[in-house]
């Protein structure tokens, strides 16, 4: 009999915990929107007690959300359990996720509690979350680095006072996959009614074994994997959950198991992750990385030719990729071009359809072929957009390889026509610094990347750029067929959300 595995997606949680990778509401809102198209069975909305804008972003999503759970963490506080509690009061299936650390290192060194006291702290935290919710999953933190029998008794307090999910975090990445496959098994044969629970896991990629690890523990009897679109998170990351749910779909004959993912949501969710992270999916990405059904070699490319099955084992259209040419063009109308969001599920308000229209018209101008994925990167670059208080009206550079680079900028400024000159270690330098003497502010370049999105001489080049100021990230993206013009958007972007908060 075939299993069923539940997808619990904490991209809006741990995979905004990964540096440079904050996410405002209009893009939680989107990655929400992407998450209910691919019918992931439980999203992390966030963390209420972690800031206002935590709080507004879980409970706008759970606005909007109408078939998943949606789930809020909190520590053993009651303060955080009424915020969530308060967050998701619009939520039609409400989840509470309690966690706490029950390694030795934690609990001495972070918790500075006694083994005693975290145990005293779950039962009362989840009965106290008992009073307020019927879907709660408990976490212990670090499991693979706990006590065994100091583990089962944490874990069956949270069974005993009424805890649905019990969550095995591999927190630092530690474990094994047969190691943890054992972990998992042993597990359920220790702790109280398994039957009564949902067994997961929660697995970190500091050794790349979190996508093996989950794997491993789905074939021990884990029901519910945790997992994030491209992998983001803490550090080096959570397990991938395109990795899991095409490890399960293709290796059913071995796992015995499925997800309810709708798999060709796959790529489109990708690349809405990546736009609104600004992390860049390196090319060799299982599943989702732009190599991923790339053939080179002569004798690949032969096999290919006469049965795309000897070197691959699903189909890009399986997880959603498309690569076919528009008939949408120069001469298309808005009703064509309104036809094509909805028929993509793009969800964007009149006025920014209006602009969006009037941004391909450009790019038709520009470009001799038009692609899906040049309206993708279109949409997505819309999407990514900030408040905009400074928009780019006009640039002149002056570059050489015997003189300084010059840029003059003129920019829109709350309505008002702004222009500075600034020279640089070359036109992106020099336009970089003209947009700071606009703006009045100094932040660090922490990062900087260009790439070519689509093909031909003619692509679209995508720049992303991350800022630090006082300690925050800023991260900012730009689209354009030149990419001096998408390296000056990406910036005064990430200016514009910088602008926002200070
Ligand atoms: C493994 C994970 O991914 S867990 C989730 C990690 N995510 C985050 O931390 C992001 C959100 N966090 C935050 O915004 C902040 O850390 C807050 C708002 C939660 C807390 O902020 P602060 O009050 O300033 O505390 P700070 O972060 O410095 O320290 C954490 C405190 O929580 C305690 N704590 C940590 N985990 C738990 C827990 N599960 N239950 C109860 N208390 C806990 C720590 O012992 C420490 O307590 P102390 O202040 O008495 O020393
Ligand atoms: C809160 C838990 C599930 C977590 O993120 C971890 O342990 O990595």
Known sequence: MTETVKIFDTTLRDGEQSPGCTMNLKEKLQVARQLEKLNADIIEA???????????SIEEISKIVTNATVAGLSRLVENDIDLSFDALKNAQNPRLHLFIATSPIHMQYKLKMSPD????????????????????EFSAEDATRSEFDFLIRALNTAIKAGATTINIPDTVGYSTPLEFSAFISKILENI???????????????????TAN????VKSGARQVECTINGIGERAGNAAMEEIVMALNVRNNFYNAKTGINTQFIVPSSRTVSAVTGSVVQPNKAIVGKNAFLHEAGIHQHGVMENKATYEIMTPEEVGYKEQQLILGKHSGRHAFENWLAENNHVVTKEEEKELFKKFKQLCDKKKTITERDLEAL?????SVGEEKYKLKRFVINVGNTITSTAVLTVSAGGKDVEDVAIGDGPVDASFKAIEKIAG???????????????????LGEALVRLKYNGRYF???????DVIEASIFAYIDAVNKLEAVI
Do not use: M, W
């Open 46 to 56: 966030g963390f209420a007690a972690s800031s206002k804008g935590d709080f507004t």
């Open 117 to 136: 006291e975290v145990l005293s702290s779950i039962e009362n935290s989840v009965k106290y979350a008992k009073t307020k919710f019927s879907d709660i």
């Open 192 to 210: 109280v009614s398994p039957e009564k629970i949902t067994l997961s896991v929660h697995c970190h990629n500091d050794l790349g074994l979190a």
């Open 214 to 217: 989950s794997l491993a523990a």
């Open 379 to 383: 949409v997505q670059n819309k999407i």
């Open 441 to 459: 502010v100094t932040p660090e370049l922490d990062d900087y990347n260009i790439r070519s999105i689509t093909q031909g001489v003619d692509s």
């Open 475 to 481: 991260k900012g993206r730009g689209l354009s067929t």
